[in-house]
């Protein structure tokens, strides 16, 4: 669910004392845009909501997440919006992001 060598490696990048802030800033977009989504009963802006959220799951790590957001966005570019499953995604999120707050200190310690 979390690709740990990937957020050991963007800890690394940025550094131990700045990682806190950008997983902060991280959280608060994805968590507006998740927002976003769930407003977007029309779907008109999922493509691009799913492909912001697709990035961002990438650079933290966040691989089920990622890959849901990815067919999800393929989908939605297909004209197939209606099919792209928004509870699976707003699920995934919920359950990766608790393993990942869960497992932050175990795995980069």
């Not at 707003?90 to 932050?104: C, K, N, P, T």
Request: charged share 30%.
């Amino acid at each position: 669910m979390i690709h740990w060598p990937r957020v050991n490696q963007l800890r690394d990048e940025v550094g131990r004392d700045e990682f806190d802030e950008v997983v902060e800033i991280f959280l608060d977009e994805v968590q507006d845009v998740m927002a976003r989504l769930r407003r977007d009963t029309e779907r008109h802006e999922l493509e691009q909501n799913l492909h912001f959220l697709k990035g961002s799951a990438l650079s933290l790590g966040f691989d089920s997440f990622s890959r849901l957001c990815q067919d999800g966005e393929r989908r939605a570019a297909a004209g197939a919006a209606a099919e792209v499953d928004i509870d699976a995604i707003l699920a995934a999120y919920d359950a990766s992001l608790a393993v990942f707050q869960a497992g932050l200190t175990r795995n980069l310690a």
